[in-house]
């Protein structure tokens, strides 16, 4: 290790969204700022995550359009091609994933980029291979998460996929067995499905999308078996095998077979390898423990992912700007997840916002619940669209505190409900409330007059 120390204002250790907002914009404010990452710039995000996997999910929802015309307007006849999907992909992630556009986007700002794994070697010090950083003003810790693997028997050492190799496919496999029925699992089943792949979700739990609401689960499952995706709950895998040629995944009831197999059990966190230890912190934890001002120590903060409070970039920048303001000595609301946002970009969309009923319930609320059918609404009739709307209110304070949006449009019809739970809005007032027609939104009105 050198012996010679640099000194600077602020090191960012993970320039993903959040770490590249707060990195670039301390930069533009004139501090000394060094952003280091062994990984790309940017993050999953733009690389392997939300941009690249939307981007398939509207090629996919572009397919079952098309499949929509008979009966509603005319004939057709849609072939399904999956090269301009890869293409656009490499493309957006700047020629095969390549961020030099990132790096050069950040130094331009006065910023300068390091490239290797950073870990904590004092309060306020990062060491990459042999170079020492001590900050000045702070470390701001972005790290992000990787794939969950789960210890199944046979797994280790198979050709399985992750988000990446999913993401990066040139082609759609013969048949994919999807371990895990959570947002990302569903994603990929239903696009890989559209382009023609045979397709069976895994999920250990009862239902899909475990984290919202029962309803939510339910419809996708019935969506799915109408679309020809096999669904296969309350079973863990018990093991894995591959011959060379098939993936065979045993499970309590029975077998399941496939090309290829996709592995989306979740995603963790390594505070060892980023060694918070020196800070007193158990580096055996599920997540970076922070206060609501995104501080994990004096003169440390850390955001995004690694923090466990919501898997999602727009958390992450979310955080950036709370850690900005802390940096620069700015006031400023503290972090609140009251009125946290979330979106499954299947067909139909699950949006979800604040508690589920479990939730509200579990925090000894006094609620009410109201529904109703997208399907029933004069929109969802003429678009031949399923889905609902669950608003949750705290009965004694006359306010939504969760909500659950579920249709064509679910995750645009949600920011309604968002900002309805974020400022509080009294649910008389949006009994009160205009609600035009016929749109996919009016069914909120008839979900708040459900309230019981």
Known sequence: MSDEVREVDVIVLGMGPGGEEVAEKLAVAGLEVIGIDERLVGGECPYWGCVPSKMMIRAADLLAEGRRIPG????????????????????????????????DRFEGKGGQFVRGHGRLTGAHEITVGDQVFRARKGIVINTGTHPAIPPISGLAGTPYWTNHEAIETTTVPESLAILGGGAIGVE????????????????GSPRLIPLEEPESGDLLATVFAAQGIDVRLGGHAQQVSYDGQQFTVSLPAGEVTA????????????LHAIGVGVLGIDETLRALPVDDRMRVADGVWALGDVVGKGAFTHVSMYH??????????????????????????????????????????????????????????????????????????????????????????????????????HAQVPTATLRSMIYAYPTFHRAIEAAVADLK
């Open 320 to 421: 950036s700007a709370i850690v900005l303001r802390e940096i620069l000595g700015e006031d400023g609301p503290p972090a609140d997840y009251a009125a946290l946002p979330r979106v499954t970009f299947t067909d139909p969309e699950i949006g979800s916002v604040g508690l589920t009923v479990a939730q509200a319930r579990d925090q000894g609320l006094t609620i009410r619940v109201g529904h109703a059918s997208i399907g029933s609404s004069t929109r969802g009739w003429i678009h031949r669209g399923e889905g609902h709307i669950i608003v949750i209110e705290d009965a004694k304070r006359g306010v939504l505190v969760g909500a659950t949006s579920a249709g064509p449009v679910g995750g645009e019809v949600l920011g309604a409900l968002t900002v309805a739970v």
């Open 259 to 270: 090309t290829h197999l996709l592995v989306a059990t979740g995603r963790a966190v390594d």
């Open 188 to 203: 990929l089943a239903q696009v890989f499905a559209r382009f023609g792949a045979t397709v069976t979700v895994i999920e």
């Open 72 to 103: 509603m307007a005319g004939t057709s006849t849609v072939t399904a091609d999956w090269a301009p999907v890869a293409q656009r992909i490499r493309d957006e992630a700047t020629d095969d994933w390549d961020d030099t556009v990132a790096v």
